[in-house]
């Protein structure tokens, strides 16, 4: 009966007119026609309701090309803690976009630049980015050298860095062949460290530390060759990267050239339908003197923290060179959250003959990424590895 | 009792709901078309917010509970008239699969030796232009992607024809051929940049458009066209409520069974793109008044070509599934879901397609709307019929329009086709008590048939009951007459039913009675009006709101 009056007072409340109706009708059709007339008297436009209207202008602010204010979380350095930032973005012309942004952190990290991006150079298969600024961090960690290093030894150092750079991405053949190249130019101010540690130069001395007060002005040039597969870089369920980048720095006085070479692997391997996931990643930083010239202790490679050996301290691991391995089983929540089970390996070693596996510290973990098509904006993880628990809040894919 | 049998039928009852002095039925049920008897004009374009609406589908429609209410365009004999929706073709007008594989198309195909380009296709994931043809006809081209040659052309040309065929307002659409060497741009014609503006188009917009289109081996391309349609474009329509600007649009769309039954229809040409953006109303005038056409104008995000193939849920899943997101969530992904391990046959030209794991009862479109939800078991009967009503040459003819350069890829599709329509009917048409074409001869014998069984879908019932009562139109008081039974699909009336005079009417309650179906046991309520000829059908109720007083306990209302 609740369904017979509930039909009842649908056909009533849609139809009100039919009262007016009822002597003359004669046929289904006319009656439908009665109907009909009664709403031609009472049209109104088709409008959308305030929920679709607000909605409506949001999504076209967003697609418009006036959405030039956003978030900015990227601090001046890894480990400055949580980050507040915005930034504001104008298209210079149709494809072409200029961003100043900044950002700042609790323990005083600030970062303020510039970036312009022209996307679409050498028939969309360049990208020339042109980025200049300065940043301040004021507490980087500095442990030592080494894998004998201990996390109760640690030091802090500050730097300031203005820097200018330019880089060219390109794909020569549309996709999977990766030239990049870039030049930047920078000085390293290295100061005292604030923060709850010993400064780093209240411990060591530039006989114990190389590049210990150095402010070297740097002439940074870089090449990469590379394969990548990836769907893209920020998310990607499928695909690889195979890439090789030459780095010189050079130092117009003489004191701290060097040159570096980085090797990075990562392979995902999807099964069943990308339902998992199989992420593996290697990569390796090796580092060469030039004659003479000493590498600064914070030139020297490291892991930062947050995307490489998750359970540790930024910058816990230093030394001339160092290897990362990693691997995840990612599995599919949905089209916009992934979990993932993880371990980290990192090892780093004065030779690169004396980089072993055996001696890595390793941590394990999950993760959460709500992730779009082709980015990441939230990573969430909780590691552990022997020095503790580490809790990971990231933009960004991890890799 | 007259209340219950109008308060559901929109068409078929509307004022018997509420008023005592009018007739069950009218002296034209039951209609055949749906009158548009005024002007809308006035109507507006109406645009329809994407992201609102995967939003409201998703978060809203995804868990709202079906209202349970009879569809509303329906006439009296529980069929869909002819309307700006629809229109009644294959199932119950003789198609030749020539006329299919011709469709909509009544005009001349594009002349592709030029081509003007106007601006760039805005919506959806294929590359394409809006571009004038030699013969300065405006046409909407659609390439296809580099990785899947023909597949997203082959696509809309056979869905087309299938939506054609089913009763669908479709758009004009033509495989072409686009050549960058015969190409002018308009003078006025732009180009949106990112940054939002409209700038001249150039050469290298078009290089930057064919850039994402599979390229043939002379450098021409394969492009769908679609005609542009006459009339005032308004933008899409809602799957909910009316248009207020149409005084002819009376039933709210999630009640319409024509919106209702693409559950059904896309399910088997897995159609999973069902946003408005899809959709079109147009202001034409016909017989010299204004009414706006209902279009699905994009159904080529069908046989698995959405996206990109690696979107395996496609038909499977909304784009957000709660529940089967908490199971592999809580899982860790071992809590598979069928489209992880289905097998697919590959081709570079069909989608993810397959007819031997397909269930068209758990199908799903990437968001549902609510016609979806209210799809009840008759309106997925009636669209379970008309699927079944194409013959293996209608979609060997539908899918021959694809032009697939593999004849093994075309045969493919046919197959899944061919599997697809058994899939719908073996799910659809045993569910309910599948009797249809009730006939009462003048002689007084009533003959019918069984959907189901005649599919082979179903083994014959041990027998069939028919109640039969004296029906009073003016006041839809019923008197039963006598029952009578039978083995087969025929039996006479019983004698009574000499008693009622020309322009008299007769209740039968048609019931089989089957122990492997047990929902065959509620009887479809048919009425039929003494002519001066004989009998005339004038009312069938599959599901009827008023339960039969012989109906066994147990066998529930809705299969």
């Not at chain 1, 490679?301 to 359970?311: I, K, M, N």
């Not at chain 2, 994402?212 to 349609?229: E, H, K, M, P, Q």
């Not at chain 2, 083995?487 to 122990?515: K, R, Y």
Request: proline share 6%.
């Amino acid at each position: 009966m609740r369904r017979i009056a509930a039909g009842i007072l649908f056909v009533i409340a849609a139809w009100p007119s039919a009262v007016r109706a009822q002597d003359e009708v004669t046929s289904r059709t006319e009656l439908i026609e009665k109907e009909q007339d009664s709403k031609a008297q009472a049209l109104k436009p088709a409008a959308p309701g305030k929920a679709e209207a607000y909605v409506t202008r949001i999504a076209d602010t967003f697609l418009s090309g006036n959405m030039h204010w956003h978030a900015f979380w990227q601090n001046a350095y890894s480990g400055g803690g949580f980050t507040v930032g915005a930034g504001y973005t104008q298209f210079v012309s149709g494809y072409n976009t200029l961003d100043v942004r900044g950002s700042i952190t609790p323990s005083g990290y600030k970062r303020l630049e510039s970036e312009f991006i022209a996307p679409e150079l050498f028939g969309r298969r360049g990208t020339l980015n042109v980025l200049g600024g300065w940043r301040e961090a004021t507490q980087v960690g500095f442990y030592g050298f080494g894998m004998g290093s201990s996390k109760d030894n640690r030091t802090n150092y500050s730097f300031t860095q203005p820097y200018l750079s330019a880089q060219l991405r390109v794909f020569p053949t549309g996709r999977f062949l990766l030239l990049r190249g870039g030049l930047e130019v920078s000085q390293w101010k290295q100061g005292a460290g604030q923060g709850d540690v010993p400064s780093v130069e209240q411990v060591y001395t530039p006989q114990t530390l190389p590049g210990l007060g150095a402010q070297p002005v740097y002439w940074h040039s870089q090449g990469t060759v590379g394969y990548d597969s990836r769907t893209s870089p920020g998310y990607t369920r499928r695909g690889a990267f195979y890439g090789v980048t030459v780095h010189d720095f050079t130092d117009p006085d003489g004191a701290y050239g060097f040159r570096q070479v980085d090797y990075e692997g990562i392979q995902h391997i999807p099964i069943l339908r990308e339902a998992w996931i199989i992420a593996l990643r290697a990569y390796a930083q090796t580092t060469y003197e030039k004659s003479g010239q000493q590498i600064p202790f914070f030139m020297m490679p490291s892991f930062s923290g947050g995307g490489d050996l998750r359970a540790y301290a930024s910058w816990r691991l230093r030394d001339q060179n160092s290897l990362l391995l990693q691997a995840e089983w990612r599995a599919t929540v949905n089209r916009f959250l992934e979990m993932a089970l993880f371990v980290d390996g990192g090892t780093v070693s004065p030779r690169r003959n004396d980089l072993d596996v055996k001696d890595m510290k390793t941590d394990v973990g999950i993760g959460f990424r709500f992730h779009g098509q082709l980015a990441t904006p939230l990573r969430i993880e909780l590691t552990r590895g022997s020095e503790g628990f580490g809790l990971v809040f990231a933009a960004s894919q991890v890799f | 009792m007259r209340t219950r049998i109008a308060a559901f039928v929109i068409l078929g009852g509307l004022a018997t709901t509420v008023f005592t002095s009018t007739p069950a039925f009218f002296d034209d049920d039951p209609i055949s078309r749906e009158p548009e008897s005024r002007s809308a004009a006035n109507a507006k374009p109406l645009n329809i917010e994407l992201f609102f609406e995967y939003s409201y589908n998703l978060f809203v429609n995804a868990s709202r509970r079906p209202s349970e209410r009879r569809a509303g365009n329906i006439n009296t004999i529980d069929e869909v008239p002819d309307s700006s929706w629809f229109t009644n073709r294959v199932g119950t007008t003789p198609i030749s699969p020539e006329q299919l594989a011709r469709g909509v198309n009544s005009d001349a195909a594009p002349a592709p030796e030029k081509w003007v380009l106007l601006r760039e296709k805005t919506a959806g994931t294929n590359p394409g232009f809006t571009a004038r043809d030699a013969n300065g006809v405006t046409w909407f081209l659609q390439f296809d992607a580099p990785e899947f040659p023909e597949a997203s052309s082959a696509a809309v040309e056979i869905a087309t024809k299938l939506f054609w065929g089913l009763g669908y307002n479709q758009v004009e659409t033509f495989i072409t051929r686009f050549d960058p060497a015969h190409v002018e741009i308009d003078s006025k014609a732009t180009y949106k940049r990112p940054s939002g503006a409209r700038t001249p188009f150039t050469r290298d917009d078009i290089t930057r458009i064919l850039e994402r289109a599979a390229r043939n081996a002379d450098g021409t391309y394969r492009a769908s066209a679609g005609r542009l349609l006459p009339g005032k474009v308004l933008g899409s329509f809602r799957y909910a409520g009316t248009r207020s600007d149409d005084p002819n649009d009376l039933v709210p769309h999630e009640h319409r069974r024509d919106l209702r039954a693409l559950r059904v229809f896309g399910a088997w040409t897995n159609l999973v793109d069902w946003k408005a953006g899809n959709t079109l109303d147009v202001l034409v005038e016909e017989e010299g008044r204004s009414i706006i056409k209902h279009y699905l104008q994009d159904v080529g995000s069908s046989f698995g070509m959405a996206n990109n193939l690696h979107e395996w849920d496609m038909g499977w899943e909304y784009y957000y599934d709660g529940p089967a997101a908490k199971r592999r969530f809580l899982t860790y992904g071992f809590g598979l879901s069928p489209w992880q391990t289905v097998p697919y046959t590959s081709y570079p030209s069909i989608g993810n397609f397959e007819g031997d794991r397909f269930d068209p009862t758990i199908w799903k479109p990437q968001t549902p709307v609510q016609p979806y939800i209210e799809m009840r078991a008759d309106d997925a009967f009636w669209a379970a019929r008309r699927v079944m009503a194409f013959s293996d040459d209608l979609i060997r003819a539908a899918v021959h329009t694809g032009q697939y350069t593999d004849g093994a890829a075309e045969q493919h599709m046919a197959a899944v086709i061919i599997k697809r329509r058994d899939a719908i009917g073996r799910a659809y048409l045993p569910a309910i008590n599948p009797i249809v074409s009730p006939r009462l001869d003048a002689a007084g014998r009533l003959t019918f048939q069984n959907a189901a069984v005649d599919a082979g879908f179903a083994e014959a019932p041990t027998s069939y009951r028919a109640a039969w009562l004296r029906f009073d139109n003016a006041t839809a008081q019923t008197r039963p007459l006598a029952e009578t039974r039978s083995a087969t699909t025929s039996m006479p009336a019983p004698t009574e039913l000499a008693s009622i005079a020309a322009g008299g009417f007769v209740e039968i309650d048609l019931a089989a009675e089957s122990a492997a179906h047990p929902s065959w046991n509620v009887p479809i309520r048919t009425h039929f009006k003494r002519t001066a000829d004989g009998w005339k059908l004038v009312g069938l109720e599959r599901m009827a709101d008023r339960p039969a007083a012989n109906v066994p306990a147990g066998t529930g209302q809705r299969p």
